[in-house]
């Protein structure tokens, strides 16, 4: 049965190196949690200290309301599936999946019974006498992932699962791990430092970066709106612009970019008039418009990407901006020494302080 797991105040340190700083989190029953950061930002260090495998020098971590702290890492009821798989080189799909109900010393009955159900959930039974060596990597994994859910734990701990495989392989499996995860309804706690991925496959993700989490939000709003501007630069990309604040009355705040482009946002907090602000606008966020209307750019590369047009324009500001086109609604491509007018979508784009790089967007909460 599925639990709920709480993380709160934790630390953990090797001698005067702290991984993870006074770092809390709920994660909610049955849900796809993510930790997303990148390498040594403490997002393994993290699961391993739910597994068991690190201690926890200060605050708890539960399942439900038992605290797992001191709990040894064979009675803590979780699944783990690994980077490189570790399953048996010298036994078959079924075996491999078959130890941990052995180990459990359930009646044959069941294990037959678990078995055929969950070879059919991770599609795998045309593969059951096979050896791994004779698996394809996304074939091993869901070798892992079924010997990880059959003994049915509290939670699945999934680090990095799907670094090994190439491309084509990791959209098949990231499909695969979600469906999975959904219909068997299991706390699912997985690391990645693939945006992508994550956005892909997360019920909720939290960014992290160097032992603290940044935000946790839903991926949708983890993308649209960034708590900050540590989580805006590392989910997705976005050009960055200086703004000046014109006014604010009556809800409506002006700004001029440095670009030269004034702009009315409706969604901001209280500002002062001449403070200085940073404009964080993702590349499908400018639109095209007619001649002397909007800033004005020149194109200095345009990649045609089949969907999507990809260009670089160099505004005049500190160095070339990103923007996106969709293909099928662009009404010409333009060409390296065009020049083009932009406006950008003022309901969609973010705005941050300055000096704390947090967001000026009303509403916007980290979540920590």
């Known amino acids: 049965m599925a639990v709920s797991i709480y993380i709160k105040n934790v630390m953990k340190q090797y001698e005067d190196n702290v991984v993870i700083r006074d770092l809390s989190a709920d994660i909610v029953h049955g849900e796809l949690f993510t930790l997303l950061g990148p390498s040594g930002c403490g997002k393994t260090t993290l699961l ?6 690190n201690s926890v020098e200060k605050g708890t971590i539960a399942f439900d309301d038992k605290v797992i702290n001191n709990i040894p890492v064979h009675k803590r ?3 783990m599936v690994f980077q490189n798989y570790a399953i048996f080189p010298n036994m078959t799909v079924y075996r491999n999946i078959e130890y941990g109900l052995k180990n459990k010393k359930l009646p044959p009955d069941e294990i037959k019974k678990r078995m055929a159900d969950i070879m059919d959930v991770v599609q795998i039974t045309p593969f059951k006498d096979r050896y791994p060596d004779k698996l394809s990597g996304g074939q091993q994994q869901r070798v892992a992932l079924a010997r990880a859910i059959v003994v049915q734990p509290q939670v699945l701990l999934m680090d990095e699962p799907l670094s090994n495989l190439d491309a084509k392989l990791r959209l098949e499996m990231r499909e695969a791990i979600r469906e999975i995860q959904k219909r068997i309804g299991i706390t699912t706690v997985y690391v990645t430092h693939d945006q992508e991925e994550a956005l892909a496959i ?10 603290d989490i940044q935000q946790i939000d839903t991926p949708e709003h983890i993308y649209s709106r960034p708590y900050n501007t540590f989580v805006a630069d590392f989910i997705g990309h976005s050009c960055h612009f200086r703004g000046t604040v014109l006014s604010q009355e009556g809800g409506k705040t002006t700004i001029r970019m440095e670009s030269g482009l004034v702009i009315e946002v409706d969604h901001l907090i209280p500002l002062k008039k001449d403070q200085e602000i940073l404009v964080y606008v993702r590349p499908e966020e400018f639109n095209f418009t007619k ?17 999507y047009i990809n260009y670089h324009i160099d505004f005049g500001t500190q160095e070339p901006v990103e923007v996106t086109a969709d293909t099928s609604s662009a009404e010409r491509i333009y060409e390296p020494g065009e020049t083009v007018y932009m406006n950008v979508n003022t309901r969609r784009i973010n705005f941050f302080d300055k000096d704390t790089q947090t967001t000026l967007v009303a509403g916007v909460e980290s979540n920590v």
Do not use: Y
């Not at 391993?48 to 495998?53: D, K, P, S, T, V």
């Not at 997360?202 to 032992?211: E, F, H, N, P, Q």
């Not at 001649?291 to 089949?306: A, H, P, S, W």
């Open 48 to 53: 391993r200290m739910i597994a068991g495998f």
């Open 77 to 79: 009821n979780f699944g």
């Open 202 to 211: 997360s019920d909720r993700i939290a960014v992290m970066s160097k032992g």
């Open 291 to 307: 001649q002397d209307q909007g800033m004005k750019g020149v194109v200095t590369i345009k990649r045609f990407l089949g969907k």
